[in-house]
C-alpha cells in the first residue's frame, strides 16, 4: 500500500498516473482460426485445433466442442488419434478434430477452450457436399460375348462441389465386386471410361461412358464393373455396373 502510494505521489507531480505491473494484463491464451473444412457426406475429416500461450500462461485447459444436431465430433490426441479433451499448455498444445455428418450443408462448429474463469471459442464452418450419380439405362446389361456395350453415367454436383474429377475401371469375376473374396484371375473382359476426366461445375450435369468389352473367350457367367469417379480432394464415388454373360 506504502509503494502504491509513493508510486502514485511522485506520478501525480509529473501529469501521469502509473499502474503496477500486478494491475496490468494478465496471462491468457489463444484459439487458432480454422479455413473452411470441406467435408464428403458419409465420410469424416479432420482439423488442428492449436492453441497458443499469451502472456507466459501455464495450467490445463479443458476443450468443448458445440455441434447441430446430426453432426457428429470428436476431439482427439493430435499424436495417437485416442480421445482426448485436455491439454496442459505451456507455449502451445494441440488437439485433433474429427467431423462426420451424412447430410450436405452448412454447418457451423463451436470450438471452446477454458481454464478456470478463462474462456474462449472459435468457429469452424463445415461444408458437406456429395455427387449424385445417375446410370442411364440401368447398371445390369446382359451382353453376348464378344461384344461390348455403353453405360453413361451423369454426375451432379451437389451443394456446389466442383472441379476435375477423373475415372477408372476395372472388371472381376463373378458378383464380387471388388472385395478380397474375388478370383485373383481378372477376366479377359474389360471396361474403360470416356472421358476419363471431366470438370464438373455446380450447375450442370458432368456425363461419361463406360465401355465394357466382353471378350469371346471369356468363360464368365458374370461379371462385376468396379468404376469409380474420384474428384481433386481424392474423394471417391462409385460407379458399379453387374454384367450378365449371355
Given at each position: 500500500?506504502?509503494?502504491?502510494?509513493?508510486?502514485?505521489?511522485?506520478?501525480?507531480?509529473?501529469?501521469?498516473?502509473?499502474?503496477?505491473?500486478?494491475?496490468?494484463?494478465?496471462?491468457?491464451?489463444?484459439?487458432?482460426?480454422?479455413?473452411?473444412?470441406?467435408?464428403?457426406a458419409g465420410y469424416t475429416?479432420?482439423?488442428?485445433?492449436?492453441?497458443?500461450?499469451i502472456r507466459n500462461f501455464?495450467?490445463?485447459?479443458?476443450?468443448?466442442?458445440?455441434?447441430?444436431?446430426?453432426?457428429?465430433?470428436?476431439?482427439?490426441?493430435?499424436?495417437?488419434?485416442?480421445?482426448?479433451?485436455?491439454?496442459?499448455?505451456?507455449?502451445?498444445?494441440?488437439?485433433?478434430?474429427?467431423?462426420?455428418?451424412?447430410?450436405?450443408?452448412?454447418?457451423?462448429?463451436?470450438?471452446?477452450?477454458?481454464?478456470?474463469?478463462?474462456?474462449?471459442?472459435?468457429?469452424?464452418?463445415?461444408?458437406?457436399?456429395?455427387?449424385?450419380?445417375?446410370?442411364?439405362?440401368?447398371?445390369?446389361?446382359?451382353?453376348?460375348?464378344?461384344?461390348?456395350?455403353?453405360?453413361?453415367?451423369?454426375?451432379?454436383?451437389?451443394?456446389?462441389?466442383?472441379?476435375?474429377?477423373?475415372?477408372?475401371?476395372?472388371?472381376?469375376?463373378?458378383?464380387?465386386?471388388?472385395?478380397?473374396?474375388?478370383?485373383?484371375?481378372?477376366?479377359?473382359?474389360?471396361?474403360?471410361?470416356?472421358?476419363?476426366?471431366?470438370?464438373?461445375?455446380?450447375?450442370?450435369?458432368?456425363?461419361?461412358?463406360?465401355?465394357?468389352?466382353?471378350?469371346?473367350?471369356?468363360?464368365?457367367?458374370?461379371?462385376?464393373?468396379?468404376?469409380?469417379?474420384?474428384?481433386?480432394?481424392?474423394?471417391s464415388f462409385p460407379l458399379?455396373?453387374?454384367?450378365?454373360?449371355?
Amino acid at each position: 500500500m506504502f509503494l502504491i502510494g509513493i508510486l502514485a505521489t511522485a506520478s501525480a507531480t509529473s501529469g501521469a498516473f502509473l499502474l503496477p505491473s500486478a494491475f496490468g494484463p494478465k496471462p491468457d491464451f489463444i484459439i487458432s482460426s480454422f479455413p473452411s473444412m470441406y467435408l464428403q457426406a458419409g465420410y469424416t475429416n479432420t482439423t488442428l485445433i492449436s492453441i497458443q500461450a499469451i502472456r507466459n500462461f501455464t495450467g490445463i485447459l479443458t476443450v468443448t466442442v458445440s455441434s447441430p444436431s446430426g453432426l457428429k465430433t470428436a476431439l482427439q490426441d493430435s499424436q495417437t488419434g485416442r480421445e482426448k479433451e485436455q491439454i496442459l499448455l505451456g507455449t502451445t498444445g494441440n488437439l485433433s478434430l474429427a467431423v462426420n455428418d451424412q447430410k450436405v450443408g452448412y454447418f457451423s462448429v463451436a470450438i471452446t477452450a477454458s481454464s478456470g474463469a478463462t474462456s474462449h471459442t472459435q468457429s469452424l464452418i463445415v461444408i458437406v457436399q456429395n455427387i449424385t450419380v445417375t446410370a442411364i439405362g440401368g447398371s445390369h446389361l446382359w451382353i453376348p460375348r464378344g461384344s461390348s456395350a455403353n453405360v453413361e453415367f451423369d454426375l451432379s454436383s451437389v451443394n456446389g462441389l466442383s472441379g476435375n474429377v477423373s475415372f477408372v475401371a476395372a472388371v472381376y469375376e463373378g458378383r464380387c465386386g471388388a472385395s478380397i473374396s474375388c478370383p485373383l484371375s481378372v477376366p479377359v473382359s474389360n471396361a474403360s471410361f470416356s472421358p476419363r476426366t471431366i470438370i464438373l461445375s455446380p450447375r450442370s450435369i458432368g456425363k461419361t461412358t463406360l465401355t465394357i468389352n466382353v471378350a469371346q473367350s471369356d468363360t464368365s457367367t458374370f461379371l462385376d464393373v468396379a468404376g469409380f469417379a474420384t474428384t481433386k480432394q481424392s474423394w471417391s464415388f462409385p460407379l458399379f455396373v453387374q454384367v450378365t454373360i449371355v
